[in-house]
């Protein structure tokens, strides 16, 4: 089949201001959007310029938005589009680099402040420090977060106000906070109860449409909100 993908540029070096290129190519309905630019990039323009590594939906750095919607580029096939014209634009929210390329340091400073790491400073006990299946379960659908910022950046609450910390964040919180044997969630919850904390979310659940790991984002930041109001971790 023949596909026409309108394309976001944008060089700041060069360009005035922001531009779609169409560039039409031949495809297998199986063929990845990630396989599409890649073609472009090795056979008919080596400027357009994007974020891959993996390509396999396991780093997380070729999130962009595709007929509207944020994927990654590596997880969706021309067939689920349901149309052979795809345009293709860079997350919204973040100040734009060169094309899909965007300016993720501020995502990564709403992460680093949420302290997204274990802490206990209690001494070690001999071997492992044991957790039951059931206390695992607790956080376990938040460790599967890939820091794609998917999720952020389809949030209309973050589109209003870049200070808000974000789903992605509060997704990485989450799974420290409920971790039993970390020592750190009166912390991160009193971060998250800041003003541009957990409390800007307005439940509007496009950040769980967009992600692509499918965790249930709505429902762990549900989950901070009742901790910080009520002091529990349950
Ligand atoms: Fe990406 Fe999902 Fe993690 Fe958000 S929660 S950064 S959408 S993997
Ligand atoms: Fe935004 Fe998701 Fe809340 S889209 S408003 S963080 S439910
Ligand atoms: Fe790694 Fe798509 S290239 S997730």
Not at 25 to 36: F, I, Q
Not at 56 to 85: E, F, P, Q, W
Not at 104 to 121: A, G
Not at 180 to 208: K, M, P, W, Y
Request: aromatic residues 10%; hydrophobic residues 35%; charged residues 25%.
């Amino acid at each position: 089949m023949q596909v026409t993908l309108r394309i976001y540029r944008y060089n700041p070096e060069k360009d005035e201001k922001p531009y779609y290129q169409n560039y039409t190519l031949e495809a297998d309905p199986t063929d990845r959007v990630l396989d599409l630019l890649e073609y472009i990039k090795a056979h008919i323009d080596g400027t357009l310029s994007f974020r891959r590594s993996c390509a396999h939906g396991i780093c997380g750095s070729d999130a962009m938005r595709i007929n509207g919607r944020n994927y990654l580029a590596c997880k969706v096939l021309v067939k689920d589009l349901g149309t052979s014209n795809i345009t293709v634009e860079p997350l919204l929210g973040f100040k734009a680099i060169k094309d899909m390329i965007v300016d993720m340091e501020p995502f990564f400073e709403h992460y680093r402040s949420v302290i997204p790491y274990l802490v206990n400073d209690e001494p070690l006990p001999r071997g492992e420090r044991l957790q039951s299946p059931e206390e695992q379960e607790r956080f376990d659908d938040t460790t599967k977060c890939i820091l794609c910022a998917a999720c952020t950046t389809s949030c209309p609450s973050f589109w209003a106000n870049g200070k808000y910390v974000g789903p992605a964040a509060i997704v990485a919180a989450h799974r420290f906070i409920f971790d039993s044997r970390d020592r750190a969630a009166a912390e991160r919850l009193q971060v998250l109860n800041d003003h541009f904390g957990v409390f800007r979310c307005h439940t509007i659940f496009n950040c769980t449409e967009a992600c692509p790991r499918e965790i249930k984002i709505t429902q762990a930041i549900g989950e901070v909100k009742k901790a910080i109001a009520t002091g529990r971790l349950e």
